[in-house]
């Protein structure tokens, strides 16, 4: 990559955190993390260049993923910005929710290994630089 992309994290577990920053950055990507809603916004607003991706939890301290994703949706600098949810929240009214909210992925977390998440987000990443 000429340019290092970078991706937001959005997830309270330090644990998942610490396990996606890992297989991120070891296919390339830069990486920052936010462990609540409030602190995803501030990111957000000092980041330069915007992230390339955000991976975002809707179960997070401070402003749920859900107020997050509308924020991120309703702001121009931010609306094209492939937004994956990764939840533990696996009812169809999340996911719908989520969806008409403008995520581009709903993800249950038990259902993905981070490989597989690394591969859809490069996917959702190479779409929007066509």
């Not at 997830?11 to 297989?23: A, H, L, Q």
């Not at 920052?32 to 991976?55: D, F, H, W």
């Not at 009812?91 to 993905?112: C, M, P, W």
């Amino acid at each position: 990559m000429a340019t290092e992309q970078k991706i937001l994290i959005i997830e309270d577990d330090t644990f998942i955190n610490r396990i996606y920053k890992r297989v991120f950055s070891l296919s390339g990507f830069g990486i920052e993390l936010a462990q609540n809603g409030e602190e995803a916004m501030a990111k957000m607003e000092s980041m330069n260049p915007a992230p390339t991706l955000i991976i975002l939890d809707i179960m997070i301290p401070k402003i749920s993923g859900f107020e997050v994703l509308k924020r991120l949706k309703g702001d121009v600098r931010w609306q094209k910005i492939p937004v994956i949810v990764m939840t533990n929240l696996s009812e169809k009214t999340d996911e719908e929710k989520a969806l008409n909210l403008g995520a581009s992925l709903y993800l249950v977390k038990s259902d993905h290994n981070p490989r597989e998440v690394v591969l859809k987000a490069k996917e959702l990443i190479d779409k929007q630089i066509v």
